[in-house]
């Protein structure tokens, strides 16, 4: 069985930061891709960023230059650093795993962005 569980969020301040961790344990095929997605309320779940076994990385145009992703092979483990987040950050944040078998989901970690 395999699990993804995330942890990190929580609130912060505009212009503050904060670091997602991703931890993925089990009976893991081999990895692809891995990344971040959120959703807010009334809104649908989107790419936040990517990383790939290469090492190649995709963000989406809102959070370049803000946010970093990084991943430990070793360890099954995926960052996300985020900094200079904006009110619009807000949302539930979602680890992904694309495997060779199957893709997982965590169950999420919210961020809110609020003075």
């Known amino acids: 069985q395999v699990q993804v569980v995330e942890s990190g969020g929580g609130l912060v301040q505009p212009g503050g930061s904060l670091r997602l961790s991703c931890a993925a344990s089990?009976?893991?095929?081999?990895?692809?891709?891995m990344g971040w997605y959120r959703q807010a309320p009334g809104k649908q779940r989107e790419l936040v960023a990517g990383i790939t076994s290469g090492g190649q990385l995709n963000y989406a145009d809102s959070v370049k230059g803000r946010f970093t992703i990084s991943r430990d092979n070793a360890k099954i483990t995926l960052y996300l650093q985020m900094n200079s987040l904006k009110p619009e950050d807000t949302a539930v944040y979602y680890c992904?795993?694309?495997?060779?078998?199957?893709?997982?989901w965590g169950q999420g970690t919210q961020v809110t962005v609020s003075s």
């Open positions: 992904y795993l694309h495997t060779a078998t199957l893709d997982y």
């Open positions: 089990g009976s893991i095929r081999r990895i692809y891709t």
